[in-house]
């Protein structure tokens, strides 16, 4: 039939063959198209996916009270959890982040003397009032200590909101306050009205955010707000530290919210493991007694009409007939170790943290160790970054002007804008980075600075956090010293006699 079809009318026979060659090369064309319908778009594998798309006060604000709860009590109860957390706040915080003035020349054209004096003038006001609790709202934290604290409540909250106060106690010389909230007092008002108003962030009808709102007390749920800036003078009057993930966030989300599931379950079995292995360690040992007469005969003897005990272990009266049985003791579990440290490399990818750090073991050769520390350190100097752009940055723009306000320094053209800024202009310098082996670090950093690719003042900072100007007056001490009780050769060379 086909080949008569063909002869008869070979026309359209010959179009029927084009159209059938098209239809099959669309449908391989759409083959191509929606190859993810055969991977991550599909239900072929029956994925338990949420297909919807919401915003960010959907996917985030509608959960930000539990993930928060629940961050809170993992690293309350959760040894992983709580590790991961003050791990990152001992290197981005540590001891807390120093100061190095660094004023801006190109602007404002001063002599160089007259530049560092003015410098050095900045850096002693800000060490007397960083290093006195005078810069904490409750009088009992010094900076430092507000910087851990912050770091920790950002980690585990989502974020942490610090307000710029004043209140000058009799004694003090600075009125400037750092006043930290509490993340769970940030709530909504009571009557919203038809303010663009969600989990107590306020935006404007551009979407920026204009003010947040905060409990009075614990008691009741009235609420106060507070502008973000100032509306005359335009300065900030809160600031808030957190990390951003998603277009029009409004709240921050746990550091450990993606694994909070796998962390509760690992404590879960952490917990079981060691009720089990802690049973097993108890053994009952059963005496039986055929008759009265090997009763009176026992070798252990009944005090008080009870039993007697053995630590850990109880010993027990078998009825005629029964016998011992010891159960098998097969705990702690041989590989509970091996299982909890695949656990950890997963939750260290989450968490941008090596298993290395993670669990401060470091069994492998020099290469892998130094390659984790390596990893590690970018993602914690991003954090403190970040945590300099957010909180020390603007504590310290103004402390300047505060400072300023109150004639404790006299800096030409501060009023101006553009010189504000030049002067303003500083660098931060916190923990250094974890050495395994010094002797290279020391040796890396001479061979940078010959090359001019840093300089002895930043290399000075980051190896030790300590400052160039500090430690050449205080070699100069010493050199001085020395020589005065002959410990220096004739000539000055620094060498031991």
């Known amino acids: 039939m086909e080949i008569s079809f063909k002869k008869i009318f070979p026309g359209l026979a010959a179009r029927r063959?084009?159209?059938?060659?098209?239809?099959?090369?669309?449908?391989?064309?759409?083959?191509?198209?929606?190859?993810?319908?055969?991977?991550?778009?599909?239900?072929?594998?029956?994925?338990?996916?949420?297909?919807?798309?919401?915003?960010?006060?959907?996917?985030?604000?509608?959960?930000?009270?539990?993930?928060?709860?629940?961050?809170?009590?993992?690293?309350?109860?959760?040894?992983?959890a709580s590790g991961a957390i003050?791990?990152?706040?001992?290197?981005?915080?540590?001891?807390?982040?120093?100061?190095?003035?660094?004023?801006?020349?190109?602007?404002?054209?001063?002599?160089?003397?007259?530049?560092?004096?003015?410098?050095?003038?900045i850096e002693y006001l800000w060490r007397i009032w960083t290093e006195s609790t005078e810069c904490d709202w409750?009088?009992?934290?010094?900076?430092?200590?507000?910087?851990?604290?912050?770091?920790?409540?950002?980690l585990i909250d989502g974020e942490c909101f610090a307000a710029l106060s004043f209140k000058l106690h009799p004694g003090e010389l600075f009125g400037l306050k750092v006043r930290l909230l509490d993340p769970a007092s940030c709530i909504n008002p009571s009557n919203i009205g038809n303010k663009d108003i969600?989990?107590?962030?306020?935006?404007?009808?551009?979407?920026?955010?204009?003010?947040?709102?905060f409990k009075k007390s614990k008691?009741?749920?009235?609420?106060?707000?507070?502008?973000?800036?100032?509306?005359?003078?335009?300065?900030?009057?809160?600031?808030?530290?957190?990390?951003?993930?998603?277009?029009?966030?409004?709240r921050g989300i746990p550091l450990i919210s993606p694994v909070l599931e796998v962390l509760h379950q690992m404590r879960k079995f952490t917990h079981a493991e060691l009720m089990a292995a802690t049973i097993n360690s108890y053994f009952a040992a059963f005496i039986e007694n055929e008759t009265e007469e090997t009763k009176s005969k026992s070798p252990f003897k009944r005090k008080g009409g009870k039993d007697v005990t053995l630590k850990s272990g109880i010993v027990s009266n078998l009825a005629p007939g029964q016998k011992i049985t010891f159960p098998d003791s097969n705990r702690p579990n041989s590989g509970f170790t091996k299982f909890m440290e695949t656990m950890c490399v997963h939750l260290g990818a989450a968490l941008e943290l090596p298993q290395e750090l993670l669990?401060?073991?470091?069994?492998?050769?020099?290469?892998?160790?130094?390659?984790?520390?390596?990893?590690?350190w970018k993602m914690l100097k991003m954090r403190r970054?970040?945590?300099?752009?957010?909180?020390?940055?603007?504590?310290?723009?103004?402390?300047?002007?505060?400072?300023?306000?109150?004639?404790?320094?006299?800096?030409?053209?501060?009023?101006?804008?553009?010189?504000?800024?030049?002067?303003?202009?500083?660098?931060?310098?916190?923990?250094?980075?974890?050495?395994?082996?010094?002797l290279k670090e020391?040796?890396?950093?001479?061979?940078?600075?010959?090359?001019q690719f840093t300089t002895k003042a930043r290399e000075s900072m980051e190896i030790n956090g300590s400052d160039i100007g500090d430690n050449i007056e205080q070699q100069s001490r010493e050199v001085n010293k020395m020589k005065k009780f002959g410990l220096i050769k004739e000539g000055g060379e620094n060498e031991l006699t």
């Open 17 to 80: 063959i084009r159209a059938e060659t098209n239809l099959y090369n669309a449908e391989r064309t759409y083959e191509n198209i929606v190859q993810y319908h055969n991977h991550g778009a599909g239900n072929q594998n029956a994925m338990n996916y949420d297909d919807e798309l919401n915003n960010a006060d959907t996917d985030i604000g509608e959960s930000k009270d539990t993930l928060m709860a629940r961050s809170r009590d993992e690293y309350m109860g959760n040894a992983i």
């Open 86 to 121: 003050k791990r990152i706040r001992s290197n981005v915080v540590g001891v807390g982040i120093k100061l190095k003035s660094s004023i801006d020349n190109n602007i404002l054209d001063m002599d160089q003397e007259k530049k560092e004096e003015y410098e050095k003038r």
């Open 138 to 154: 409750g009088r009992e934290l010094k900076f430092s200590q507000l910087q851990s604290l912050a770091i920790l409540t950002m």
């Open 198 to 213: 969600k989990n107590g962030v306020e935006k404007d009808k551009n979407g920026i955010i204009t003010a947040y709102h």
């Open 219 to 250: 008691e009741n749920s009235d609420t106060t707000k507070i502008q973000v800036h100032g509306s005359k003078t335009g300065r900030k009057n809160l600031l808030v530290m957190m990390d951003r993930e998603r277009i029009g966030q409004r």
């Open 359 to 376: 669990l401060l073991k470091f069994s492998n050769n020099y290469s892998a160790s130094k390659g984790a520390l390596l990893e590690a």
């Open 385 to 438: 970054q970040w945590f300099n752009n957010d909180f020390m940055q603007p504590i310290y723009e103004e402390f300047m002007d505060y400072c300023v306000a109150m004639d404790y320094i006299d800096l030409p053209g501060y009023e101006e804008p553009l010189k504000r800024r030049a002067y303003h202009k500083a660098q931060w310098f916190g923990q250094a980075q974890g050495s395994l082996d010094p």
């Open 442 to 451: 020391v040796k890396a950093a001479e061979i940078r600075v010959e090359n």
